[in-house]
DNA sequence: TTAAACATATGTTATGCAGCACAAAATTAC
DNA sequence: GTAATTTTGTGCTGCATAACATATGTTTAA
C-alpha cells in the first residue's frame, strides 16, 4: 500500500527530525504524533536562500533543524530591518497565520540549512484539541514579543555604538561562541549587521572597526572574537 | 456563609464585568466561570495613574473594561517609549507571566480607567486545560507582536514627519473618532504623542503645527481633527 | 586568466533632528 | 485671585549619522 511505502521511505528522516522536535513534539500523544509524521516535509536550504516573502499566504509552520535563518522586513528605500534570527530547533513563519493575515516579514537563511515543514491547519487542529501544545505556543510568543519589546527600544534610543554593542551580544547570547570562548558562532556579512543594528552598511564597517581598535572586539573578515564583554556592555547601557 | 455573601456582594459587578469580557468567556464552561468569577476584582484608577511598574513581579492579568491606557518602556534619559496602547475590552500585564520574568515594563492609565484583575495562576491553570481559551491567547499574541514588529521598521527607518503622521493614523484605527467623523477619539499630551512617535516632545509640537500649517489636521489644544487621510498616508509611506 | 560582481574599508559632505533656551498659555495649587 | 507649575510653542546651534564617492580586497563566473 502506497502509505505504508511512503512511510517507509521516509521514516528514517522523520523519526531524526520528531527527535529533534521535541520540546513539542513531547506534548503530543501517540496519534497526535502519528499526524504530525505523515504530514511532515523535509527541505534542505542553500545560503541566503528566501523561504518566503512579504505578502505570501502562510501555509506551512517552518522548523529549523539546523542552520540559521533570519526573519525581516523590507524598510524604506531598499533597507531591510532584521527582526528575529533562528537558531535549531525553533520555529517560525506562523505567526501570520494565527492573527489570521498575509506575512508582512520575509524570512532568508544565513547558512546551508535543513527545515521541516508541518502544515499549519494541521497545527492549529492540535492547538485546539491539546491544550498544552498551546501552552507551548503561547509561551514561545511571550518570549518573542518581551524580546520585540526591547529590541524597539534599543534600536530607537541608542547611538551607533550602543546598537552595534547591543548586537553584538545579542548574536553572543543567542548564537553562543566557538571552541575558544571569544569567537562568535555566526558569520554575518557587514550588510546583515547593519540591518541587525539599524545602520548603513558604511556605519556597520565604521564602527566595527573603532571596536577593534579599542581592543573590544578582534576582527578577521567575517569572524569576530569579542574580547572586552564588560565594556561592550557598558557602551550597550548608556547608548 | 460567608463566600455566599461575598459573591452577593459581587454578583452585579461581577456579572456585568463577565459580560463585557464575552469574547474571553465565552471559551469557559460553567465551573470555570465560576472560578474566574470568585477570583476576579475590579479597581478604578484615576488619570495617569501607574498600574504596575519595570521589575515588578507579574501576579494578575488586567482586562480594561473602560477607559484608555499605554504600556511604556523607560528609554535612555527619562525618554520613554509607549510599546503599546489598549482599548476596552482588551488584556495585558500577562506576556512577562507566560514568559516566565519579572515586567520589562510599566503600564498607566491614559484616562480615567475601570481595570478587572484575575490571578495569572488561575489563568494559566485554565489554559493548560482548556485548549479554546489558550488559541485565544496564541490568536491575541499573533496580533500584538504583528504590531510590534510593523512599528519597530516605522519607528527606526521613516523620519519625523512619516512617524508622526503613521503615530495618528494608528490612533485613528485603534481608538476611532467622535460624532463628527474626524475627531481622534483620544486626547494625548504633546508628550504622550512623542513618546508614541520616538521624537522629542518639541518635534511632536513643532510637525503637528506643521501638519495643521498644511491642513492634513485640525488642531485645538488636545483635540486632533484629521481632515486629509489621504496625504497622511501618503507621508507616512514614503517615509 | 581576466573580467565582473560583490564585500569591505575610509574619507567627505549634507542634513535631520536632538538639545538647549526662552516665552506664552493653560492648568493647578494655595 | 494670585502665584506656582505644567504644558505648549518657537527659534537657534551643534552633532550624529545618512548619503555619496572612491579605493581595495575577494569571490564568482566565463
Known amino acids: 500500500m502506497f502509505k505504508g511505502i511512503k512511510m517507509a521511505k521516509k521514516d528514517k528522516c522523520t523519526t531524526e527530525c520528531m527527535a529533534k522536535m521535541n ?31 512579504y505578502g505570501d499566504t502562510p501555509k506551512y509552520i517552518y522548523c529549523l533543524l539546523s542552520g540559521k535563518i533570519k526573519v525581516y522586513k523590507e524598510g524604506v528605500g531598499g533597507r531591510n530591518q532584521i527582526i528575529r534570527v533562528a537558531k535549531p530547533v525553533e520555529y517560525f513563519g506562523y505567526r501570520a497565520y494565527f492573527a489570521n493575515g498575509k506575512f508582512i516579514t520575509a524570512a532568508a537563511t544565513l547558512e546551508p540549512s535543513c527545515i521541516a515543514k508541518i502544515p499549519l491547519d494541521t497545527i492549529k487542529d492540535l492547538i485546539l484539541e491539546n491544550a498544552e501544545l498551546g501552552w507551548f505556543f503561547i509561551r514561545t510568543l ?13 534600536l530607537t534610543q541608542k547611538h551607533i555604538r550602543g546598537r552595534l554593542a547591543e548586537s553584538l551580544l545579542f548574536l553572543k547570547e543567542r548564537y553562543g561562541v566557538e ?20 545602520m548603513t552598511t558604511s ?16 576582527v578577521d573578515g567575517r ?17
Do not use: M
Open 23 to 53: 520540546e513539542l513534539v513531547s506534548t503530543l500523544n501517540e496519534k497526535q504524533k502519528d499526524i504530525i509524521s505523515q504530514e511532515i516535509t523535509l527541505h534542505q536550504y542553500k545560503k541566503n536562500e528566501v523561504i518566503y516573502r
Open 142 to 154: 511571550c518570549q518573542e514579543l518581551g524580546r520585540s519589546d526591547q529590541r524597539t527600544v534599543n
Open 179 to 198: 571552541a575558544d570562548g571569544y569567537t562568535l558562532s555566526i558569520y554575518l556579512s557587514r550588510e546583515d549587521l547593519a540591518n541587525l543594528s539599524n
Open 203 to 218: 556605519n556597520a564597517i565604521r564602527t566595527l572597526s573603532l571596536f577593534a581598535a579599542d581592543k573590544l572586539v578582534l
Open 223 to 239: 569572524k569576530i572574537k569579542i574580547i572586552d564583554e564588560e565594556r561592550l556592555r557598558q557602551i550597550s547601557r548608556l547608548g
